[in-house]
C-alpha cells in the first residue's frame, strides 16, 4: 500500500507529534509498505523539497508561517496552508503520483482541503488520527467562548471530519464528539490508541548524578508546559515537597510557562526543583533511566479525553505516573487498573503530596510497578500494533 501522511511536524523537530509520526512512517515501511509524508514547512525558501528518511519519502511543501506568531496571524496562516501545499505539491515531480490512502494528523484542523484533493486525485479512503479536539477543549479552559470563533473553527474541524472515511480517536471516551458525523453513517469510528517505538536509553546531555539533585528519587516532567497543561498546580504540588529532602523535581521542555516557572522556583529559593531546555526525543530515554516516576499533567477544566504522549513515554521506560488530568478522563481507570501510578482528578496541594507519598513507598518497595508499566507499553502502545489496526481500518 502506498500511503500519504499529511501533517504539519516532523523530524528534526522535537514535538511528540513529530516523534509519533516518525515512528509510525517508520513502521509502515517495516510491514513493507510505500510511504510519503507530505510536510508543511514555512521554514524553507524552496517551493517544495524531497528528502529520504531511513526509507520514508519526505515532500516538504511551502506554507504560511504558523508556530511562534499571534494568535490571529496564526490563524490566517493556518487557514491557508492546505492551499499553500497543493499549490507547491503540484509544482513538485511527486504531483501526478497515485495513492492507495490518504493519512493526516490532527493538530492541525485546518487540512481537510488537502486530503480532500489528493484522495479525489487517488480515488482512495482517508483516515484522520486525531490527538486533539479543537476548539472544544480550548471552550473548556476558558480560553474561547461558543460566539464567532468557536463557529469559525468549528466549522474547519466539522469539515475535515466529512473529508474522513475513517476517524481515529485515543480512547472510547472522545466518541460522544462524533455522534452526529456518525449518525450521518459516512464513516467510521476507530479507538487508536497514541503509540511510540521502544528505544534504548542512550547518552543524554542532562546528568542529573552531577547536578544539586544527586542521590534523591526524581520525579520528572518533559514536554511542553502551557496553558493546557495546568502546570501552576504542579509547581504548588513541588513548593509543597520542599521539605522531602530525598525527592526531587525535573521538568525538561519548552512552552508559555516553562520560563515563568523557572522564575517563580528561583524568586522562592526552591531547591528541590530543576528546569531544563528541551532535548531531542532521542535522549528522553537516557534521561528517564535516571529518573523513578513521570509527571503527567493536563488542566482540570478539559472535558475531552486525552492519553498523552509523554505518559506512553514512561510506561516504556518503566516510570510510574504522577498524574494530575480532568475528572472522567479515560486515562484515570487505565492507570489504577493496571496499577501504574496515582491519579488526581482535583486541585488540591495537600491530596497531592499524600498520594505522592503512596508513590514513593509504592517505589521503594520494589520494581514491581515498573513490570507492569513496560507490560502495559508493550501490549497496547507499539507502533506495530497502530499501523496494523490503521491498515485494517481501511481495507474494510
Keep these: 500500500m502506498h500511503t500519504a ?18 515512528d509510525l512512517s517508520l513502521e509502515f515501511v517495516k510491514q513493507g509498505h510505500d510511504v510519503t509524508v507530505l510536510v508543511a514547512s514555512p521554514q524553507q525558501a524552496e517551493p517544495w523539497l524531497i528528502e529520504y528518511y531511513q526509507g520514508v519519502r519526505l515532500l516538504r511543501l511551502r506554507t504560511p508561517r504558523t508556530k511562534d506568531v499571534g494568535y490571529a496571524r496564526r490563524t490566517l496562516a493556518e487557514l491557508f496552508m492546505p492551499f499553500f501545499m497543493r499549490l507547491n505539491y503540484n509544482r513538485s515531480p511527486l504531483a501526478n503520483t497515485q495513492f492507495d490512502a490518504v493519512l493526516w494528523y490532527s493538530p492541525s484542523i485546518f487540512f481537510g482541503p488537502m486530503v480532500r484533493f ?16 479543537f476548539p472544544e477543549w480550548a471552550v473548556d479552559m476558558g480560553l474561547m467562548g461558543k460566539g464567532l470563533p468557536y463557529l469559525f473553527f468549528r466549522a474547519i474541524a466539522n469539515y475535515q471530519y466529512s473529508v474522513a472515511n475513517v476517524i481515529g480517536v485515543q480512547t472510547p471516551g472522545n466518541r460522544v464528539y462524533f455522534e452526529n458525523w456518525l449518525s450521518k453513517g459516512k464513516g467510521k ?24 539533585l544527586a542521590g534523591r528519587m526524581i520525579f520528572v516532567y518533559a514536554g511542553n508546559m502551557g496553558i493546557a497543561q495546568g502546570m501552576d498546580n504542579i509547581f504548588e504540588f513541588v513548593h509543597a515537597m520542599q521539605a522531602r529532602t530525598d525527592v526531587g ?28 531546555d528541551e532535548i531531542d526525543p532521542d535522549e528522553i530515554p537516557g534521561l528517564y533511566a535516571q529518573c523513578h516516576a513521570g509527571i503527567v499533567a493536563l488542566d482540570v ?12 513515554s514512561y510506561m516504556q521506560s518503566g516510570l510510574p505516573v504522577f498524574a494530575v488530568i480532568n475528572p472522567g478522563n479515560d486515562l ?12 488526581l482528578t482535583h486541585v ?35 507502533p506495530k500494533s497502530a499501523v496494523s489496526q490503521i491498515v485494517q481500518a481501511l481495507q474494510k
Design 249 to 276: 523535581f525535573v521538568f525538561v521542555g519548552r512552552g508559555s510557562d516553562s520560563q515563568r516557572l523557572k522564575a517563580k522556583a528561583e524568586q522562592l529559593a526552591l531547591d528541590n526543583v530543576l528546569f531544563f
Design 5 to 22: 501522511l499529511v501533517a504539519d511536524t516532523f523530524p528534526p523537530l522535537r514535538s511528540s507529534g513529530a516523534v509519533q509520526l516518525r
Design 189 to 212: 469510528l476507530d479507538i487508536l490508541q497514541n503509540w511510540l517505538s521502544d528505544l534504548p536509553a542512550s547518552n543524554c546531555s542532562i546528568r542529573i548524578s552531577a547536578s544539586p
Design 332 to 343: 484515570e481507570q487505565m492507570i489504577s487498573a493496571h496499577r501504574v501510578g496515582v491519579v
Design 118 to 133: 489528493l484522495s479525489l486525485k487517488s480515488r482512495c479512503p482517508t483516515y484522520l488520527i486525531i490527538r486533539d479536539i
Design 348 to 382: 488540591e496541594v495537600a491530596e497531592f503530596v499524600a498520594k505522592a507519598e503512596i508513590l514513593i513507598d509504592d517505589l521503594e518497595e520494589g520494581g514491581e510497578m515498573s513490570n507492569r508499566c513496560r507490560q502495559l507499553y508493550l501490549q497496547s502502545f507499539s
Design 301 to 312: 477544566r478539559h472535558k475531552t479525553h486525552n492519553i498523552p504522549g509523554k505518559f506512553i
